[in-house]
């Protein structure tokens, strides 16, 4: 079974803190993604990745960051978070196929 | 560019009724269909998907969602419904080929409420 893990399930951070969210995967999926989850916006993708040290902005890029410097994890940054920023964060992998798998979710909320 | 919207935010039932949840999309080029489900505070699992073939497609739990190209439409029906189909549904598209394959594209998504 593929396995994605996200390091944390509730996080809380302050405005201003540096903010770092990790997924990490199993299966030596090439590429990765990030996505946040907001009621009645469903999924929108943030960043996504292809290979190692790639990335590809998504459609809500603004005020985040990520890496890849392993295959197997994926970095999500907030640089100096904001309460905007508040939201459940998916990340998800996806073989050389069609279908995405997701992890568990790390809901962030920024005070 | 792509757009998915799926028609209900809210779908209330009673415990084994049958639901539809529908799914209108919009591309300018030929894509895969997903149905995804997220139980409360989970990530989200895969139900069915539609590459290509028959356009019924059965996923797991039950349900079964159609692909009408002419319509551009893939609804997800379940002919009876139970407490814990109680979740919220997301259908998404992914376009074929070029630098963007693989990517998704969700609607906002729909909640089913399941009632005894």
């Known amino acids: 079974d593929v396995k994605v893990t996200q390091s944390s399930r509730y996080l809380v951070k302050r405005t201003g803190e540096k903010v770092f969210l990790e997924c990490v995967q199993d299966m030596d999926h090439e590429n990765m993604f990030w996505y946040r989850q907001d009621p009645g916006l469903g999924l929108r993708l943030i960043y996504f990745?292809?290979?190692?040290?790639?990335?590809e902005k998504g459609d809500i890029p603004e005020g985040y960051s990520v890496s890849r410097e392993k295959k197997e994890r994926f970095s999500l940054i907030l640089e100096s978070a904001s309460t905007n920023q508040t939201s459940m964060y998916l990340c998800?992998?996806?073989?050389?196929?069609?279908?995405?798998?997701f992890g568990p979710g790390t809901r962030l909320t920024v005070l | 560019a792509q757009s998915v919207t799926q028609l209900d935010s809210q779908v209330p039932v009673f415990e084994e009724a049958p639901v539809e949840l529908r799914c209108n999309y919009s591309?300018?080029?030929?894509?895969?269909l997903f149905w995804y489900v997220q139980y409360p505070n989970q990530g989200l699992q895969l139900l069915l998907k539609y590459l290509s073939g028959s356009t019924l497609v059965k996923g797991i739990n039950g349900f079964e969602a159609e692909f009408n190209k002419s319509q551009t439409s893939f609804h997800l029906r379940k002919p009876s419904v139970h407490i814990s189909d109680t979740a919220e549904y997301f259908c998404?598209?992914?376009?074929?080929?070029?630098?963007?394959?693989?990517?998704?594209?969700f609607g906002k998504g729909t909640k089913l409420s399941v009632k005894p």
């Open positions: 591309s300018s080029v030929s894509v895969y």
């Open positions: 998800a992998t996806l073989p050389q196929g069609n279908e995405q798998f």
């Open positions: 998404a598209v992914s376009p074929l080929g070029g630098g963007s394959q693989g990517n998704l594209i």
């Open positions: 990745s292809y290979d190692v040290k790639m990335k």
